[in-house]
């Protein structure tokens, strides 16, 4: 069975790779792309399922005996609207209102006919046995998990008459909305649901819980965040990968960063983890978490000592050259290795390579920057190009964080209908949602939060510190709605549930936030059972408060289009048609700072930034040690000396898919890579069950034991799995900190020391 099976695997990957070479060049560079780059002991589950993804579509090509015949159907055109880099096309197959299969789309050059390990189950999550199919009441206790199906009019009517009941006793800001990104579609995440806040006059959620120190710091350097098109590392000459992950939360893009190396590029990695893309690095840097500042001023420092600067660049385009020499000037080379743990000569081999190469590209991770210093290690890794001459240089130049500020925010103000917000209202920062559910927020003091309506989210998989939200949640008097696919752990703690409808049930607008698409999202069957999108539910919910405003008729449908009226999309000569017929369009996206200008105070790059000191930092940059470290609180390192970093796996998408039995499988039980020094000083052989415990609490994870996935002192485990489906009930989470970053009140997730021994 086993050996037929992968005949049948083997067979169709060859066929798929000649198929796909007729069919399109870059089709087949991802299939080449794709596999091997996962770490370590993943790699061989990696390269089955991609493959097994990647012959999807071109079974039905084949005549050979082994391949089963495939059913056809009717295509349409999706977008995959996870928070995830890629933002893949997608074809799907219909018969007799089913879908039966369901592929990349081969004609994207990002992502080019594979999905991932995750998302090749997509069926299996559509018809998933449990998808909440009807609108269900609470009838046991809060977390218990026990509710009873009513009609979608009662439920409607029981939240309104709730609401209503709320906003009478304690003041419309006594609601919340938490939403966040469990789709990040334009018109189902950022659409009119707003507009029924607005109009409520609920509190606002200030958002988000992922990049905010990063998008508060790079402003500082250059006015604007502006990053290039991720198709452009496959024709750089350098492309480092800093804090991030591509391997596991970018594969559509390692075929671009194999392509560097294939023409000759050289590629490196600075992160505390082994990646997939260390695997086959130049130079992998394994550096200490939230260490990141000094090694970026020791190298700045030895690039001017140097003179591997670009002094024509930095005459013309920067102030504050001679501030920036100074204050690198502190870190010399052995206090940058013996605060990071790297050593001089690697230092020094990657100053010299980042000062000799042109172009080179900087990929800066997202990670990183969740760290109490943050916004500070960002600022740090900005001033790097410009002191080569990087910046505006040209399309494959440069550095690249969040695309997104290009262009989202001008698609759907017209969704939100802000002039329907009568007063100004508090902001609640999603960061600290434990806090505000439980009276910790001076904000929240006087007016407890009464109603919460969580959408796109599961906090209680996600958010910090895990137990203040059970808490939170628990609460008698609050009074909680979830709109979601499945019953999460959020949801079992829902006065009501209402059942959400999958992407492939809805029309959507979908952008991606590296690459430069626009991307349509046309539904491929019907809402399943009595689910509803989530703009169908608003607009039900806004009819049943009484309100009459023409924003709350609007369909999604009305809502694609307004975004495609707006100016910037508009301007490019999109049009619904267009973006249909292909179902993804490129935007048309000028070289970054190809005019040299900053929306800076200076209007140059900013080495020294006067509005950085006005903030109340080092106006050039300076290391800061993480708030919970050896240098940053020596008390707590006595008791927890473990620093537990838990980002994302290649096998989940934050918190979705965790459900999805397959998936299960592929992951096993949730497990936390220990380095093989510190698990021997605590008796821990690979294998063992773990209590991984600090003053937040105690969770349970697998021992991995490595040599080289981490150094000692530093635990990688990652995020989201679902707490009522890990052994224990308690997940990541419940132990990270709420404590916000240096910059922009962004997330600190990880800042967390801990103690591990084996689980009592
Ligand atoms: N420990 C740790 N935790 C982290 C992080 C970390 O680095 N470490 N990273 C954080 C980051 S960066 C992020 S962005 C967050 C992400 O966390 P979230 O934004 O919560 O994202 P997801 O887990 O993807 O999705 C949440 C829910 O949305 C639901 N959903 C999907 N589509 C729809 C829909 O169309 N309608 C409705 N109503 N629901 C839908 C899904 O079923 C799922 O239950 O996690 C954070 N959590
Ligand atoms: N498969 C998959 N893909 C995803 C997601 C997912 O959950 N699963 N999540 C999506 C979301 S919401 C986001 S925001 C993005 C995140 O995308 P990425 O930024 O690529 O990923 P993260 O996993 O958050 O963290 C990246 C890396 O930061 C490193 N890191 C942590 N601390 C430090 C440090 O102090 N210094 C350095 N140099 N590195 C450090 C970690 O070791 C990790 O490898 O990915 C998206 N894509
Ligand atoms: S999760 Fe990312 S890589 Fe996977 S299908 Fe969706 S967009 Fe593509
Ligand atoms: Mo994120």
Not at 18 to 43: Q, Y
Not at 93 to 120: Q, S, Y
Not at 151 to 168: G, R
Request: aromatic share 8%; glycine share 8%.
């Amino acid at each position: 069975m086993i050996i037929d099976r992968i005949k049948t695997l083997l067979t169709a990957k060859l066929i798929s790779r000649r198929s796909f070479l007729k069919t399109s060049v870059a089709s087949s560079i991802t299939l080449l792309g794709l596999t091997g780059c996962g770490s370590e002991e993943e790699t061989v589950v990696a390269v089955k399922e991609e493959v097994s993804s990647a012959t999807e579509p071109v079974i039905e090509e084949t005549p050979l005996e082994t391949v089963a015949p495939r059913e056809k159907g009717e295509v349409s055109r999706q977008t995959c609207p996870r928070n995830c880099h890629d933002t893949c096309s997608i074809l799907s197959e219909v018969k007799d209102g089913r879908i039966i299969n369901i592929t990349g789309d081969p004609t994207n050059p990002i992502t080019a006919g594979g999905l991932c390990v995750k998302m090749n189950h997509y069926k299996s999550w559509v018809y998933h046995a449990d998808r909440l199919l009807y609108p269900m009441k609470r009838v046991g206790a809060k977390g218990e998990g026990k509710f009873e199906q009513i009609s979608w009019d009662e439920a409607l009517e029981t939240i309104a008459t709730k609401i209503k009941e709320n906003v009478d006793k304690f003041g419309p800001e006594s609601v919340l909305k938490y939403y966040y990104s469990g789709n990040l579609g334009f018109v189902q995440n950022y659409g009119m649901m707003h507009a029924f806040f607005n109009k409520l006059g609920a509190s606002e959620l200030a958002t988000n819980i992922c990049t905010l120190a990063g998008d508060k710091a790079i402003p500082f350097t250059y006015g604007k965040d502006k990053g290039i098109d991720p198709e452009e590392y496959a024709n750089t000459n350098l492309y480092v990968s800093w804090g991030a992950n591509e391997a596991a939360t970018n594969v559509h893009t390692v075929k671009f960063i194999k392509q560097c190396k294939e023409n000759g590029g050289k590629v490196v990695v600075i992160n505390p983890v082994r990646t997939g893309i260390a695997n086959f690095a130049d130079q992998f840097i394994q550096i200490k978490p939230g260490t990141d500042a000094v090694f970026v001023l020791a190298v700045i420092n030895y690039i001017i000592e140097n003179n591997l600067q670009d002094q024509a660049y930095i005459d013309a385009y920067t102030i504050g050259f001679e501030e920036l020499k100074a204050t690198a000037s502190e870190y010399t080379m052995e206090k940058a290795s013996q605060i990071t743990g790297v050593s001089v000569e690697q230092i020094e081999e990657f100053a010299k390579l980042y000062g000799t190469t042109k172009p080179s590209i900087l990929r800066i991770g997202y990670g990183m920057q969740r760290n109490s210093n943050g916004g500070t290690m960002v600022r740090a890794i900005t001033l790097l190009p410009a002191l080569i001459g990087a910046i505006g240089a040209g399309a494959n130049s440069g550095y690249i964080y969040i695309n997104i500020s290009y262009w989202a925010p001008d698609y759907v103000g017209g969704l939100q209908a802000k002039e329907l917000l009568q007063n100004p209202v508090r902001s609640i920062n999603m960061n600290e949602l434990g806090k505000a559910l439980t009276g910790g927020l001076e904000t929240t003091k006087e007016t407890p939060i009464s109603t919460l309506v969580v959408f796109n989210s599961n906090p209680m998989a996600i958010t910090q510190h895990g137990k203040l939200v059970r808490e939170g949640l628990s609460r008698e008097d609050l009074f909680t709605v979830v709109l979601d696919i499945f019953r999460t752990d959020t949801a079992d703690y829902a006065d009501i549930i209402l059942p959400a409808a999958t992407f492939f049930e809805y029309e959507d607008l979908n952008q991606d936030y590296l690459g430069y698409y626009l991307r349509h999202n046309a539904p491929a069957i019907e809402p399943l059972g009595e689910s509803k999108s989530n703009i169908d539910i608003f607009n039900a919910l806004a009819k049943k408060m009484g309100y009459t405003e023409p924003i709350f008729d609007k369909t999604e449908h009305d809502a694609v289009k307004i975004c495609l009226e707006t100016e910037i999309i508009a301007t490019q000569g999109i049009t619904y048609d267009t973006i249909t017929k292909q179902g993804w369009v490129k935007l048309n996206i000028d070289v970054p700072f190809a005019d040299k200008k900053f929306e800076t105070p200076s209007g140059k790059i900013e080495f020294y930034s006067e509005k950085l000191k006005e903030a109340g930092f080092h106006p050039v940059a300076e290391y800061v040690p993480t708030a919970e470290s050896e240098e940053g609180d020596k008390e707590l390192f006595a008791k927890y000396p473990l620093t537990f970093i838990t980002s994302s796996t290649k096998n989940l998408l934050n918190s979705q898919m965790h459900n999805v039995p397959q998936v299960r499988e592929l992951m096993g039980e949730p497990y936390v890579f220990i380095h093989i020094d510190d698990a021997t000083e605590r008796g821990i052989v690979d294998g063992d069950s773990l209590d991984v415990t600090n003053d937040r609490g105690t969770i349970k994870l697998i021992a991995k034991v490595t040599s080289s996935i981490t150094k000692k002192g530093t635990l990688i485990s990652y995020k989201s799995t679902w707490p009522k489906l890990v052994e224990g009930g308690k997940s990541i989470n419940e132990i990270t900190s709420d404590r916000l970053a240096d910059m922009g009140g962004g997330s600190a997730y990880h800042t967390n020391l801990v103690e591990v021994s084996k689980a009592k």
